[in-house]
């Protein structure tokens, strides 16, 4: 079992940042691979971000390229989400999850452990 808390979300200005944590406890010895995904009400939850266990590897949604940046420390076990240059279109309750599988994933279903979600509210 791995548990997931999220933690740095908040009311920003549209073109301001924001930098979401995700400190991960339990059976943090195996090689998890990590994901953001955010969700609105009445929406699917959305892919953001995903890296692999070393970091080497990423992968973003083309609606934050460019602006968002994953990263990781695994001798802290906690994953990092850089928001840059938000957008109104950027608010949501924002979720990290872990998976086994291999490879970068984008599906929330592939995902095996999930936080309980920061919101994020950016104004225009």
């Known amino acids: 079992q791995v548990q997931l808390v999220e933690s740095g979300g908040g009311l920003v200005q549209a073109g301001g940042s924001l930098r979401l944590s995700c400190a991960a406890s339990?059976?943090?010895?195996?090689?998890?691979?990590m994901g953001w995904f955010r969700q609105v009400p009445g929406k699917e939850r959305e892919f953001v971000a995903a890296?692999?266990?070393?970091?080497?590897?990423?992968d973003y949604a083309d609606s934050v390229k460019g602006r968002f940046t994953i990263s990781r420390d695994n001798a802290k076990n906690t994953v990092y989400l850089q928001m840059n240059s938000l957008k109104p279109e950027d608010t949501a309750i924002y979720y990290c999850?872990?998976?086994?599988?291999?490879?970068?994933?984008?599906?929330?279903?592939?995902?095996?452990?999930w936080g309980q979600g920061t919101q994020v509210t950016v104004s225009s």
């Open positions: 890296i692999n266990w070393s970091g080497r590897s990423t």
């Open positions: 339990g059976r943090t010895d195996s090689n998890y691979a």
């Open positions: 999850a872990a998976t086994l599988a291999v490879g970068l994933t984008t599906i929330p279903g592939r995902y095996s452990y």
